[in-house]
């Protein structure tokens, strides 16, 4: 990704953005982490960066960190670090630092109530949908006239189920192209996505073997369903790039658990897990930062958006990795409000 591309991209995240040079000053941010900071996008370049935290004592401390990312080229976590905003308030953020050209580049989520469902998803999304429509059409056309000319009822279904997924991405493209990204939410039986997606990977050329592990008792979340499954798409995709044969899906509903901030009385526990070499140790701490991929084209924004989607239904993404077990774990409140 080239660096026009690159901003074009980060100016769209919901995430806030920022890029520290090698003096450890600002020099530049994304509107997320400008609105979150109520600061001014170019008031803000050239600021030292110790100047974003708000604990004075943990400034110097701060800088050295900062400064041992840049020497060592190694990346770094810092959790509820709080942060200086616009008219003296603080906000509490988790933040990713990792080398980028010759400073840092800045990853911050900001520990707060998730956003409504009825918000618009970060327009990350919105620039592919430009791309993917035209595709789109022309996979679904060639999917009807395979339909209609074959002879066996196997693969007019596998040409339906093509056909479906074209509607399915190309539904997706135009809300978030036409109606600003606004969520499609209902009622979601999480395990008819689960079925659906062991449909769709018994249609690779190479299926793997698929276990279900399912709890019959877990009812339906409120959320947007298109959204959801591209997510277990993306999870169960990666773990085949990366080398996986066989897949379980696992659902566990869990009572009394913390996300983030939150305590929830229940959530939904959706397990991908598979058998494959597992995650490197140098890509556990950034795995989820925009364009980190353990693959060599790999453009590392599957799990970046997977995550952003997961927080969009004031849920999770974790996950757990050793050699031949690998679980990514998405978790979503079953109940409308919050604690």
Same mark, same amino acid.
């Given at each position: ?26 020099c ?9 900071l ?11 960066? *110790? *100047? ?38 603080e ?12 400073g ?10 998730p ?42 279904a ?12 190309g ?37 793997p073997?698929?276990?279900h592990?399912?709890?019959p ?5 409120? *959320? ?7 997510v ?29 901030e ?6 939904l ?18 795995? +989820?930062?925009?364009?980190v ?26 996950f ?7 679980? +990514? ?7 409308? *409000?919050h604690?």
């Amino acid at each position: 990704m080239n660096a026009m591309a690159w901003h074009g991209w980060a100016e769209q995240m919901t995430t806030g953005i920022a890029l520290v040079d090698a003096e450890l000053r600002l020099c530049w941010i994304n509107p997320a982490l400008a609105e979150a900071l109520g600061l001014g996008r170019r008031s803000a370049v050239g600021q030292p960066f *110790g *100047g974003l935290l708000a604990d004075p004592d943990g400034v110097a401390e701060g800088l050295a960190q900062a400064a041992r990312v840049l020497r060592e080229q190694r990346p770094l976590q810092w959790r509820g670090v709080a942060l200086l905003a616009a008219g003296g308030g603080e906000i509490i953020a988790d933040i990713a630092l990792q080398p980028f050209e010759d400073g840092l580049l800045l990853e911050v989520h900001v520990l707060a109530e998730p956003l409504s469902l009825s918000s618009p998803l970060s327009a990350t999304l919105r620039g592919f949908a430009h791309e993917v429509k035209n595709p789109l059409a022309g996979l679904r056309g060639a999917a009807q006239l395979l339909q209609r000319r074959v002879d066996t009822e196997d693969l007019r279904a596998l040409a339906g189920l093509i056909i479906d997924e074209a509607d399915r991405l190309g539904a997706l493209a135009n809300r978030l192209l036409h109606n600003d990204g606004a969520a499609q939410l209902g009622p979601v039986n999480i395990h008819h996505l689960l079925e659906r997606l062991a449909d769709l990977l018994q249609a690779e050329p190479q299926p793997p073997q698929l276990r279900h592990d399912y709890d019959p008792s877990v009812p339906d979340l409120h *959320g947007d369903a298109d959204r959801l499954q591209q997510v277990l798409l993306n999870l169960a995709r990666n773990a085949l790039e990366a080398g996986a044969h066989t897949l379980t899906l696992r659902t566990r509903v869990e009572h009394g658990l913390r996300l983030g901030e939150r305590m929830l009385r229940m959530a939904l526990r959706v397990d991908v897990l598979d058998d494959g070499p597992g995650v490197p140790a140098a890509l556990r701490d950034t795995l +989820f930062q925009p364009l980190v991929s353990g693959r060599a084209d790999g453009n590392g924004l599957g799990l970046a958006l997977s995550r952003e989607i997961a927080h969009e239904h004031g849920g999770e993404l974790r996950f757990a990795s050793r050699p031949g077990e690998t679980v +990514f774990s998405l978790y979503l409140p079953l109940e409308r *409000g919050h604690d």
